[in-house]
C-alpha cells in the first residue's frame, strides 16, 4: 500500500510517500481501507518532535490521527464490525498511521460512520470530536444553563465544540477574528469576541468553564474570568501529572510534568478555580455517541478544504497555518 511516512523528525521535513506491506491484522483488530484522513495540528506536532518525550514514535512510521473508511478484513476476535462496514475512527497512540490506504486499528477504538455524511466529513470529527467529548463531559461536566467560554471557534476543536456546548444546554462565548463572527454564529455561539479587536477578559466574567486551546497568556487570563470553583480545561499545555498517570510515564517525567504545571496550578488555587490539562484518547464508545448526534442533526461538520492524497504535505502545510475554518481533509480513495 501506499502510505506518507516521518522518515526523520524536525521542522521542515516533508511526510515521504512510501510503497509498504498492509498492516497485520490482530485478533481484535479491523482493517480499514481508508477513504479519508482528518488532518491534525498534533500530526505535525509529531513530526516536528515537540511531542517526543512521551509518545516517542520511532522512525520511520506512518503520520494521520483520522480516519473514514470501510472494513475489508476482521480479526478472529472482532464482535462489533464485519467486512463491508463504513467505519470511522481516532486510532490508538502508537497505533496511529491514516495518510495510508490501510490501516488496522483494535475494534473498540472504532465506531459506525454517521450515515448522513460523506467519507470526508467522518474524518474530520473523531479527533476533535472526542477532545470535545473529553473536555466538556469527562473534565467539565458541563450542564445547562452554565456559561463556556470556547477559544478560537472558528478552529477544527471549536466548530465541534460550540455546537455540542449549545446540544448540552450551555451559553456560548468564542473568540475568532472578524471573517468568522458569521460562522460561529451561525453554530450557535452567544457571546463573539474579536480577538484581534477586543480582549476577552474584560467581556467575560463568571464563566463556570473554559476550553483553552491558545497560549499561556490566554491561559492565565481565563483563570481570571472565571466564577469560584470554575474550571479551565486547558488542550494547548502544560501537561500535568494526571496525565502522566493517564498515560504511564516513568518517575521522572512525572516530575517534570509536575513541573511544568506548577505555576497555572498555584495560581489557579489562589482564584480559587481549577486547571486541568487534557490530551485527548481514542474511545470508540464515546465515538458511537458522537455518530447519534450527527446522524440527529444536532452536530454538523464544518468543512474547509479536502486535499487529493498526493498533497498531504500541502494539506498539512495548510493546517499549519494556522487560518483554517473548521477541518482539514485528505482524500484517499
Ligand atoms: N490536547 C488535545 O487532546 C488536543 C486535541 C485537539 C487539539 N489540540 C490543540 O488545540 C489547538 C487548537 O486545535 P484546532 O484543531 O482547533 O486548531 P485549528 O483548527 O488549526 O485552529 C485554527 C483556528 O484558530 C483560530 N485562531 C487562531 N489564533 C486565534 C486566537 N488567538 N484567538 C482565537 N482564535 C484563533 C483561527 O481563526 P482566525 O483565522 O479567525 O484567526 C482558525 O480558525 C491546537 O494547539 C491543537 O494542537 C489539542
Do not use: C
Not at 293 to 304: F, R, S, T, Y
Amino acid at each position: 500500500m501506499k502510505a506518507y511516512q516521518v522518515k526523520r523528525y524536525g521542522k521542515k521535513e516533508k511526510l515521504h510517500l512510501t510503497t509498504m506491506a498492509e498492516p497485520v491484522v490482530k485478533e481484535n483488530d479491523v482493517l480499514v481501507q481508508i477513504h479519508s484522513a482528518g488532518v491534525n495540528l498534533l500530526d505535525s506536532k509529531i513530526r516536528d518532535g515537540e511531542f517526543k518525550i512521551f509518545l516517542p514514535y520511532k522512525t520511520p512510521f506512518v503520520l494521520g490521527h483520522d480516519v473514514a473508511g470501510v472494513v475489508t478484513k476482521v480479526g478472529s476476535g472482532v464482535s462489533k464490525f464485519k467486512v463491508g462496514d463504513e467505519v470511522y475512527s481516532r486510532p490508538a497512540d502508537f497505533r496511529i498511521g491514516t495518510f495510508a490506504e490501510f490501516i488496522s486499528v483494535n475494534e473498540k477504538d472504532v465506531a459506525m460512520k454517521p450515515k448522513n455524511i460523506s467519507m470526508e466529513e467522518a474524518a474530520s470529527i473523531p479527533l476533535v470530536g472526542l477532545t470535545v467529548w473529553q473536555a466538556l463531559v469527562e473534565k467539565a461536566n458541563l450542564k445547562k444553563g452554565q456559561k463556556v467560554f470556547i477559544q478560537a471557534g472558528s478552529g477544527g476543536v471549536g466548530t465541534f465544540a460550540i455546537q455540542f456546548a449549545k446540544h448540552l444546554g450551555a451559553t456560548v462565548a468564542t473568540t475568532t477574528s472578524a471573517a468568522n463572527i458569521a460562522l460561529v454564529k451561525s453554530l450557535g455561539a452567544d457571546v463573539v469576541i474579536d480577538y484581534k479587536k477586543d480582549d476577552f477578559e474584560t467581556e467575560l466574567k463568571d464563566y463556570d468553564v473554559v476550553l483553552n486551546s491558545q497560549d499561556k497568556k490566554s491561559l492565565e487570563k481565563s483563570l481570571r474570568i472565571l466564577k469560584p470553583a470554575g474550571k479551565v480545561i486547558s488542550i494547548s499545555g502544560p501537561p500535568d501529572v494526571d496525565f502522566a498517570k493517564q498515560i504511564n510515564v516513568n518517575w521522572f517525567l512525572k516530575m517534570v510534568m509536575k513541573f511544568l504545571s506548577a505555576g497555572i496550578k498555584k495560581k489557579a488555587k489562589r482564584l480559587g478555580v481549577n486547571f486541568s490539562f487534557l490530551f485527548m484518547r481514542s474511545e470508540g464508545e464515546q465515538l458511537t455517541q458522537i455518530t447519534k448526534l450527527i446522524e440527529a442533526g444536532v452536530i454538523k461538520p464544518v468543512m474547509d478544504k479536502v486535499f487529493p492524497f498526493e498533497q498531504t504535505n500541502e494539506a498539512m502545510a495548510y493546517v499549519e497555518a494556522g487560518r483554517a475554518k473548521g477541518k482539514v481533509v485528505v482524500k484517499v480513495k
